[in-house]
């Protein structure tokens, strides 16, 4: 049994593990002495998900679940190019199947997760239950425009976890909910927009949001806050 005083022998689930953070996030939380658990899902794990199918993400949670109670649960799903389409720079390229398929991945996928998984978390000890988040999803942080389906679809992904998180506050008190900016990160999703020298590898992303989650104390709120711990204007 884990120890709720010490935090060890804890259980830990990384969602969208197939991903650079995801992996690295794997990594990192397997490294930290307070798991004995750390389950890597994903659409090729088994079992599998995938954020199209509420059906996958139900029979994933019921197959965790039977292992017990979760107390870390991190969700590294996202995706900034879909189907060819990369992030609108004008408001002439608004597509209305590209825009319906960033929410589809960015927010509607992600908020079907925190359905069937808040859910899983040891309702009577210090839980986490984060979600990757962007800067670019902060509606008073919004200086540049563009991107329009990315900025809006993670807007809705905190507003989703934000809700997520007051109800589940009732019966988790000692929850900790986050939604993560994670840095600009050497990965599939970045490298068509930023080189790579000026991105951060995902180990040391991964390391840094392991450890501010470690930081955060339940609000009974959503906490949005970046790869140091700074929070960031909803």
Known sequence: MPDAQTGVGLRALVLGASGAIGGALVTALRQDGRFATVLALSRTSTPGFTLESEASIARCAHEVAQGGPVHWVVDATGALEIDGHGPEKRLEALNAAALARAFEVNAIGPALLMKHFIPLLAPDQATVFATLSARVGSIEDNHKGGWYGYRAAKAARN????????????????????????????????????????????????????????????????????????????
């Open 159 to 234: 507003m989703l976890l934000q809700t997520a998180a007051i109800e589940a506050h009732r019966r988790r008190p000692l929850a900790v909910f986050a939604a993560l900016q994670p840095g600009t990160v050497r990965s599939g999703l970045s490298q068509r927009f930023v080189p790579p020298e000026d991105a951060m590898p995902p180990e040391d992303t991964a390391m840094n949001l392991v450890h501010v989650l470690g930081q955060l104390r339940p609000t009974g709120r959503a906490q949005f806050v970046d790869y140091r711990g700074t929070a960031i204007p909803w």
